[in-house]
């Protein structure tokens, strides 16, 4: 017999490197908890789902993220886009009688794929975070820049903005340059107004002359790459839509610095949150 979702159940977010639990009773989080076992860090999917029932109960479990992926417990299906709660629901990847996997979503023209963050979108308009039709970002490692329309995902683009500022930081030319916390200040903006040329590889360079002839701190100088990195990703992808509203599924740290960045390119932008977001999708997909 196959087990429902829609009373009391585990909702995770399981990503590559964090998981987040979530334990769900009449649509409403009464517990949770946060960890670094991300599916990378973890070898028996079977022992870490009985370590979390014996944790936080023996009940139905409805998992999202890259818990789907090829290096996650099971590969999931991807849903095309156009695709709304009913599509996700309709095709859950059943582990067994009362564990299921979301699956995730992808474009063909041009080739894109999303994993967990389906549900933050979709649920953000369920619960009345954002409008049916809305473009939304979802900074991080892999940025989202997403097209709501009538409340399902129509279509996409994934950037590798955070992935492209963890390589600069860890590997290569400007790594012992770009050490400081990044703030959305001077600098940071001074990158955003640099990244709108968007000729990235020559800007790049730019700044390890910097350093060279005197002209910026390094103290400065990882707030400006980062704004220079998320300047040249927004530039691209709000040409043409000045004056428009968008959405940011984000904490308030990347949140601000993306704000600003939007702000900088004549559009407003408002903040959601992005674990309120997944919430209410991963509540919508057990009620469907």
Same mark, same amino acid.
């Given at each position: 017999?196959?087990?429902?979702?829609?009373?009391?159940?585990?909702?995770?977010?399981?990503?590559?490197?964090?998981? &987040?639990?979530?334990?769900? *009773?009449?649509?409403?989080?009464?517990?949770?908890?946060?960890?670094?076992?991300?599916?990378? %860090?973890?070898?028996?999917?079977?022992?870490? %789902?009985?370590?979390?029932?014996?944790?936080?109960?023996? @009940?139905?479990?409805?998992?999202?993220?890259?818990?789907?992926?090829?290096?996650?417990?099971? #590969? %999931?299906?991807?849903?095309?886009?156009?695709?709304?709660?009913?599509?996700?629901?309709?095709?859950?990847?059943?582990?067994?009688?009362?564990?299921?996997?979301?699956?995730?979503?992808?474009?063909?023209?041009?080739?894109?794929?999303?994993?967990?963050? *389906?549900?933050? @979108?979709?649920?953000?308009?369920?619960?009345? @975070?954002?409008?049916?039709?809305?473009?939304?970002?979802?900074?991080?490692?892999?940025?989202?820049?997403?097209?709501? &329309?009538?409340?399902?995902?129509?279509?996409?683009?994934? #950037?590798?903005?955070? *992935?492209?500022?963890?390589?600069?930081?860890?590997?290569?030319?400007?790594?012992?340059?770009?050490?400081?916390?990044?703030?959305?200040?001077?600098?940071?903006?001074?990158?955003? *107004?640099?990244?709108?040329?968007?000729?990235?590889?020559?800007?790049?360079?730019?700044?390890?002359?910097?350093?060279?002839?005197?002209?910026?701190?390094? #103290?400065?100088? %990882?707030?400006?790459?980062?704004?220079?990195?998320?300047?040249?990703?927004?530039?691209?992808?709000?040409?043409?839509?000045?004056?428009?509203?968008?959405?940011? @599924?984000?904490?308030?740290?990347?949140?601000?610095?993306?704000?600003?960045?939007?702000?900088?390119?004549?559009?407003?932008?408002? &903040?959601?949150?992005?674990?309120?977001?997944?919430?209410?999708?991963?509540?919508?997909?057990?009620?469907?």
């Amino acid at each position: 017999m196959v087990v429902s979702f829609a009373g009391t159940f585990l909702a995770i977010d399981w990503g590559t490197t964090n998981r &987040r639990v979530f334990l769900i *009773e009449d649509g409403q989080v009464v517990r949770t908890e946060r960890d670094g076992r991300g599916v990378t %860090a973890v070898q028996d999917f079977e022992a870490e %789902a009985a370590g979390i029932r014996a944790r936080f109960g023996d @009940l139905p479990m409805l998992m999202a993220g890259m818990v789907g992926s090829n290096i996650g417990w099971r #590969a %999931a299906p991807y849903v095309p886009a156009p695709a709304g709660i009913d599509a996700l629901a309709a095709k859950l990847l059943r582990i067994d009688a009362r564990t299921a996997i979301v699956p995730g979503v992808c474009a063909a023209d041009p080739a894109d794929v999303m994993r967990g963050e *389906e549900v933050q @979108l979709l649920g953000a308009v369920a619960a009345g @975070l954002v409008p049916g039709d809305a473009l939304l970002v979802q900074p991080g490692t892999h940025c989202k820049w997403v097209d709501m &329309r009538g409340g399902a995902i129509a279509g996409f683009r994934t #950037a590798m903005t955070g *992935e492209l500022f963890a390589l600069l930081r860890s590997h290569g030319l400007l790594a012992t340059q770009l050490g400081s916390e990044v703030i959305p200040g001077p600098a940071f903006a001074a990158g955003v *107004e640099e990244g709108r040329k968007r000729d990235l590889a020559a800007s790049l360079f730019g700044i390890r002359a910097a350093r060279l002839l005197g002209q910026r701190d390094d #103290a400065d100088a %990882a707030s400006y790459a980062s704004g220079l990195l998320i300047g040249s990703d927004v530039a691209a992808r709000l040409e043409g839509r000045s004056g428009q509203t968008l959405y940011i @599924l984000a904490d308030a740290a990347l949140g601000d610095l993306y704000r600003a960045a939007i702000q900088a390119n004549g559009c407003t932008a408002h &903040r959601v949150d992005s674990h309120d977001a997944f919430v209410s999708g991963i509540i919508e997909v057990a009620r469907r």
